[in-house]
């Protein structure tokens, strides 16, 4: 019997890569300049603040004066006054009764669906929700059923019909694909005809939606609801990085002491904390930025409809442009790149929906200038990539 030197065990990958290779679906990772020219349609710093003297000087003081990472823990040592004071801010921010705050956005939601669910717990979930609520219900152990995409008389049926006493409902406010947003109060009511909670991912609409920046949640008045949990990030709004959990104080306390991404995670380091803390004061002392940035995208979805390609009608920051393939999508993104205008691109499996798209993120601080230049570089690669319906 001949040993095997281990070279062909993972062979496998070099087959699945080379057909998503085949099928336009290979990603890259390319670093970002950290002075470059070029129009960033890209990102989710929807205020523009990532960059704002006020974060980043909150920041870097946080650092030198707290060291470069949270050391451990939350119930270790990875707590410190910053951490505090940012939950006590977010929560009376978004006017939710406590909050808890998590290295990431994946993390809390990771961390809350697993210690608010289990195997006694059904699950119904809208087809578009992130990646990170799908693991979360995935690792669950609860009984999940995928709803279509906001399709509440479905969602009611999966509730009526459930075998498990507990039921949450999992959605996201503003679907992060075409930034369409979910039906709240239709979802709240059926959580309540049903006796479930609501967990709701806000991260597309804090700093954008709700008086102030305050939130889908806030905004539908379901903020200091006894049933509803909502999730947020620190890294789009609010241009730092991170998550939280806000809600009932009990389900805070809950999870302080049965999340595992909270429990077993290194905190979030001391300078994104105060970066975050920073953007909300930004937030409070310039409540119009959020309409700022929603002025950006309808304007910016208007014209590039007016020059024939098929652009969402934005509900909040987020525009999506259907691509006729994963190729052209591809082949469109980089064009724009090669004129200074970075676009996503969205391809399976990132789009519930199979439909690849390049996908326009608005920001409170881009000119009508920048506007112009983004349009008129995405139609004419939008051309040359078969993306435009008419002529200009």
């Known amino acids: ?34 002075h470059s020219t070029d129009l960033d349609l890209a990102s989710n710093d929807y205020l ?20 470069a990472g949270s050391t451990g823990s939350r119930l270790v040592t990875g707590s410190t006054e910053l951490h505090t004071e940012l939950e006590y801010e977010l929560a009376n921010f978004c006017g939710a009764q406590s909050a808890l705050v998590f290295s990431s ?44 995409h906001c399709e509440v008389p479905r969602i009611t049926h999966a509730l009526a019909t459930r075998g498990k006493r507990r039921a949450l409902v999992v959605t996201d406010s503003v679907f992060s694909v075409d930034g369409d947003l979910a039906p709240l109060a239709d979802l709240v009511a059926t959580c309540r005809e049903h006796e479930a909670a609501l967990v709701v991912d806000d991260a597309h609409g804090l700093g954008v939606l709700g008086d102030g920046g305050r939130g889908a949640v806030h905004a539908a008045g379901l903020a200091k609801a006894p049933d509803v949990v909502t999730t947020v990030t620190l890294s789009k709004s609010l241009g730092a990085q991170g998550g939280a959990v806000l809600g009932p104080s009990r389900v805070i306390r809950h999870l302080i002491d049965t999340a595992r991404t909270f429990i077993f995670d290194t905190g979030l380091a ?40 098929p652009a969402s009608t934005p509900s909040a920051a987020v525009v999506s442009v259907r691509a006729p393939s994963a190729e052209s999508a591809l082949e469109w993104s980089r064009a724009c790149r090669a004129q200074g205008v970075l676009v996503g691109c969205f391809r399976p499996p990132s789009v519930p929906d199979q439909v690849s798209r390049l996908r326009l993120t608005a920001r409170a601080d881009l000119t009508e200038a920048d506007v112009e230049r983004a349009v008129r570089v995405i139609t004419e690669t939008g051309a040359s990539a078969g993306a435009v319906s008419r002529p200009r």
């Open 1 to 34: 019997m001949s040993v095997s030197t281990g070279e062909s065990v993972f062979d496998w990958i070099d087959t699945r890569a080379g057909a998503r290779a085949k099928a336009g679906l290979t990603r890259t990772v390319r670093p970002r300049a950290a």
């Open 105 to 148: 956005g994946y993390a809390a939601n990771l961390g809350a669906l697993m210690a608010l669910s289990g195997p006694g717990t059904a699950i119904v979930a809208d087809q578009h929700i992130h990646a990170s609520l799908i693991d979360g219900t995935r690792l669950s152990k609860a009984d999940v059923v995928v709803a279509g």
């Open 270 to 309: 001391p300078a994104s904390a105060a970066a975050a803390l920073a953007a909300l004061k930004v937030l409070r002392e310039e409540p119009g930025l959020p309409e700022r940035a929603l002025t950006v995208a309808q304007d910016l979805a208007f014209r590039l409809r007016e020059n024939g390609l």
């Open 48 to 67: 523009g603040l990532t960059r704002d003297k006020r974060v980043t000087g909150a920041a870097a003081a946080a650092a030198l004066r707290w060291g």
